[in-house]
């Protein structure tokens, strides 16, 4: 029972902790988009539809925190530390991704308003950042399945 719930804390671990992440990443590239369109404003310019697209980039990564929950979720409960590792880790790591993402949009939101120009290069910059959280949920998925081939490896170990 105790197993099951540690379970369930590595796979909630892993989405809560990249929806955190998402949650920061949003709100600083959101603040940055507030303040530059109040500049645009001021200067009597066009406020560019663009940052709201820069400022949901970092959002992404709350589906790959609950992607990797769902695998994390099919863990026997006696892997439970493997489900907490990666849980935690692998949370950890698309969070970060997702923080310093926004962090980057932030700045993206500042010069496209201020030159209304790099778009696209922006968009390439923040994609790079969010390869971290792409290889994050790869490896960590391809962990999970040597975990279950552990249990294949015991359970025959057992019978022989």
Do not use: H
């Amino acid at each position: 029972m105790i197993d099951q719930a540690m379970v369930y804390v590595g796979a909630f671990a892993t989405f809560g902790m990249a929806a955190i992440g998402s949650a920061y990443g949003c709100g600083v590239a959101g603040a940055s988009a507030v303040g530059s369109w109040k500049k645009c404003y001021a200067q009597g310019k066009a406020a560019p539809f663009q940052l709201s697209i820069l400022t949901g980039v970092p959002m992404s990564q709350t589906i790959y925190g609950m992607i990797l929950m769902g695998s994390v979720l099919n863990i026997q409960p006696q892997f439970w530390p493997a489900a907490l590792i990666i849980g935690i880790l692998g949370g950890l790591g698309i969070a970060m991704s997702a923080a310093f993402q926004g962090r980057a949009a932030a700045g993206a939101c500042d010069a496209f308003a201020e030159t209304g120009k790099g778009f696209v290069n922006y968009l390439i910059a923040l994609g790079i950042i969010e390869t971290i959280a792409i290889f994050v949920l790869a490896f960590a998925m391809m962990f999970l399945g040597n975990a279950q081939i552990l249990k294949v490896v015991e359970a025959a170990a057992a019978g022989v």
